[in-house]
């Protein structure tokens, strides 16, 4: 069983920056791929970006060059670093982690970004 632990939600105003942290624990040996998902009142879950155990990352389009997704292997640990927040950036971002090819979810963290 893997646990999700995230933090780093808050609110701040447009323009400014926040960073999420999502730690697994538990009883981990193979980690495919960590990401980080956001849902707004009214709205579907969305990818906002993704890293593979190779390194490679996923980004949705409206986040692209200004979000940045990193890991840290050895805490098992992901990260996203928020830059240029918006208003439209509001919602409550969860983390994903895909572990022996099953998927488990953190319990999300409230990212409000005022204008």
């Known amino acids: 069983q893997v646990q999700l632990a995230e933090s780093g939600g808050g609110l701040v105003q447009a323009g400014g920056s926040l960073r999420l942290s999502c730690a697994a624990s538990?009883?981990?040996?193979?980690?495919?791929?960590m990401g980080w998902y956001r849902q707004a009142p009214g709205k579907q879950r969305e990818l906002v970006a993704s890293i593979a155990i190779g390194g490679s990352t996923n980004y949705a389009d409206s986040v692209k060059g200004r979000f940045t997704i990193s890991r840290d292997s050895a805490k098992n640990t992901v990260y996203l670093q928020m830059n240029s927040l918006k208003p439209e950036d509001t919602a409550v971002y969860y983390c994903k982690v895909i572990h022996n090819f099953q998927s488990y979810w953190g319990q999300g963290t409230q990212v409000t970004v005022s204008s």
């Open positions: 538990g009883s981990i040996f193979r980690i495919n791929n």
